[in-house]
């Protein structure tokens, strides 16, 4: 069979080609020679055709469609290949395995796990030229801050980042750097954080004078979200927990969406303790003329603005859940 010098092709003709390709094939390329991956370094960064995934969690790296590559620790039973297969991620070697399922495993000393993860996830960025992450999550149980430090090394944007926990010692300083101007706006899709900051937190760089672009954002503890924070929110989806709004907050995002703010808004979702529940009148009150109903304890209007857009906002759970959705 004839070799076909795909490299060797003009650059529009050689983008059509690899356009056609799925991200199996590209990545079959970019194993072939150092060329092959400069080339495609290029390739990539324009068309972002690989997805990848670093779950510090379970401890992988997934290129979505492709392959995922578990990190584990060393031990005396682990599994090898016949041939004792070794891969490098930057500039670490290590024992390799694949599993029925073509996954490969990595095996690393004992308490390598993160920095196996982390070398793993970093050869990737370099070597597929990613300049966004799909997804990024940490757990209670990961030093968050070191992640954060490697995710700032890797220069790259995220379209998900989960933050499940960290330690109630490290939280505060985990809090002023996720919850800024600057790390809120590498984010594209979802944010969700179930961090829990000391009581009397308040971010220093996070200023709700920038529009907040991100699809959805769901914090499971935002005693310190403001209203002035809520009105920077350009998202689709709010959800908040434990939340210490005011009604004249909820009153005057739903004010600016009815005059034509907010475009991608769908949803907003407000949980607040007993001794700050909402009252239903004064959220409404000049917002529409239209008739309350009230359902299984639950109070619901709905109204429209001037593009046609209908909106219904309800109060329920003895008035500390507020929701606001577009019909």
């Given at each position: 069979m004839d070799k076909f010098p795909?490299?060797?092709l003009p650059a529009v003709p050689l983008r059509q080609v690899l356009g056609g390709l799925c991200p199996i094939d590209?990545?079959?390329?970019?194993?072939?020679s150092s060329r092959t991956k400069e080339v495609?370094?290029?390739?990539?960064?324009?068309?972002?055709?690989?997805?990848?995934?670093?779950d510090f969690q379970r401890n992988w790296v997934e290129i979505k469609g492709v392959c995922k590559f578990y990190v584990k620790e060393e031990d005396n039973n682990m599994k090898m290949d016949k041939e004792n297969k070794k891969r490098t991620f930057c500039d670490r070697e290590v024992p390799i395995s694949t599993d029925e399922a073509k996954a490969t495993n990595?095996?690393?000393?004992?308490?390598?796990?993160?920095?196996?993860?982390?070398?793993?996830?970093?050869?990737?960025?370099?070597?597929?030229?990613?300049?966004?992450?799909?997804q990024i999550l940490i757990s209670a149980e990961n030093p968050a801050a070191e992640c954060l430090s490697w995710l700032e090394n890797c220069n790259v944007r995220l379209e998900n980042f989960n933050l499940v926990g960290a330690e109630p010692s490290h939280a505060d300083n985990l809090a002023t750097a996720i919850f800024s101007d600057d790390f809120l706006s590498k984010v594209s899709v979802n944010f969700t954080s179930l961090l829990e900051p000391s009581e009397g937190w308040r971010p220093i760089n996070f200023s709700g004078d920038m529009p907040i672009n991100v699809f959805k954002i769901h914090l499971q503890h935002s005693q310190w979200f403001?209203?002035?924070?809520?009105m920077a929110m350009n998202c689709s989806s709010i959800i908040l927990y434990h939340?210490?709004?005011?009604?004249?907050d909820i009153k005057k995002y739903l004010e600016a969406w009815k005059s034509g703010a907010y475009p991608k808004f769908l949803y907003l979702s407000v949980h607040v303790e007993e001794a700050n529940k909402f009252n239903f009148n004064s959220i409404v009150n000049g917002l529409t003329d239209n008739k309350p109903t009230v359902v299984d304890n639950t109070t619901s209007v709905e109204f429209q603005r001037e593009d046609g857009d209908s909106i219904e906002i309800c109060l329920g759970n003895g008035g500390k859940h507020f929701t606001a959705f577009i019909n």
């Amino acid at each position: 069979m004839d070799k076909f010098p795909i490299l060797s092709l003009p650059a529009v003709p050689l983008r059509q080609v690899l356009g056609g390709l799925c991200p199996i094939d590209l990545f079959e390329l970019l194993q072939c020679s150092s060329r092959t991956k400069e080339v495609l370094k290029s390739f990539e960064k324009a068309n972002k055709t690989f997805k990848v995934g670093v779950d510090f969690q379970r401890n992988w790296v997934e290129i979505k469609g492709v392959c995922k590559f578990y990190v584990k620790e060393e031990d005396n039973n682990m599994k090898m290949d016949k041939e004792n297969k070794k891969r490098t991620f930057c500039d670490r070697e290590v024992p390799i395995s694949t599993d029925e399922a073509k996954a490969t495993n990595t095996y690393w000393p004992a308490g390598e796990k993160l920095e196996g993860t982390m070398n793993v996830g970093q050869n990737f960025v370099k070597t597929l030229g990613v300049g966004q992450l799909d997804q990024i999550l940490i757990s209670a149980e990961n030093p968050a801050a070191e992640c954060l430090s490697w995710l700032e090394n890797c220069n790259v944007r995220l379209e998900n980042f989960n933050l499940v926990g960290a330690e109630p010692s490290h939280a505060d300083n985990l809090a002023t750097a996720i919850f800024s101007d600057d790390f809120l706006s590498k984010v594209s899709v979802n944010f969700t954080s179930l961090l829990e900051p000391s009581e009397g937190w308040r971010p220093i760089n996070f200023s709700g004078d920038m529009p907040i672009n991100v699809f959805k954002i769901h914090l499971q503890h935002s005693q310190w979200f403001t209203g002035k924070q809520l009105m920077a929110m350009n998202c689709s989806s709010i959800i908040l927990y434990h939340s210490t709004l005011k009604n004249e907050d909820i009153k005057k995002y739903l004010e600016a969406w009815k005059s034509g703010a907010y475009p991608k808004f769908l949803y907003l979702s407000v949980h607040v303790e007993e001794a700050n529940k909402f009252n239903f009148n004064s959220i409404v009150n000049g917002l529409t003329d239209n008739k309350p109903t009230v359902v299984d304890n639950t109070t619901s209007v709905e109204f429209q603005r001037e593009d046609g857009d209908s909106i219904e906002i309800c109060l329920g759970n003895g008035g500390k859940h507020f929701t606001a959705f577009i019909n």
